[in-house]
């Protein structure tokens, strides 16, 4: 088996605790009850196309990660309560967000099994815009607040 149908096949095997991690997270720091869209899906690259993003890579000895979310900025304001958000609160708050859903993929015994423990890097923000990530395989899906959307994706690959 190759090393990508071996990212495949984990990615896969452990599909249910990205979407499960993803609405505790939001729960938990925003209080917000958001509903899976569909199930989530195994990707040749993640999609997030919307008004704000962030990433947060992670890493060990056999590992690269990434994690993206992404939301507009409608969706962003109701999830603050706020009719506007700076950028430097935009940071903070979906900082805050990927920080918490890394250590909750992390604290799960099937993620660790097969990806190890990793260390995260520093958040990046994204304006208007959507990054393009061609080669890395990964698992994404939507959660849905109210009537707003929320992307969620995680990538990763061998070696780092």
Known sequence: MSEH????L??????????????????????????????????????????????????NDQYSSL?????????????????EIDLEYASSALGEFVNTYCALLSDQAI????????IQAVPLLYTGGCPFLPFLTGIEGYLTLDSHRIYV????????
Do not use: P
């Open 5 to 8: 149908e071996e990212i495949i």
């Open 10 to 59: 984990a990615l896969k095997e452990t599909s249910s605790i990205f979407s499960e991690a993803a609405v505790e997270c939001l729960a938990a720091l925003f209080g917000a009850e958001a509903v899976v869209e569909d199930e989530w899906q195994v990707v040749e690259r993640l999609h997030g196309e919307f008004d704000r993003m962030i990433t947060m890579g992670m890493a």
């Open 67 to 83: 994690i993206l979310v992404a939301m507009n900025e409608e969706t962003l304001c109701q999830l603050l309560g706020e009719d």
């Open 111 to 118: 993620f660790s099994d097969k990806f190890g423990k990793q």
């Open 153 to 160: 994706g995680y990538t990763t690959r061998k070696g780092n």
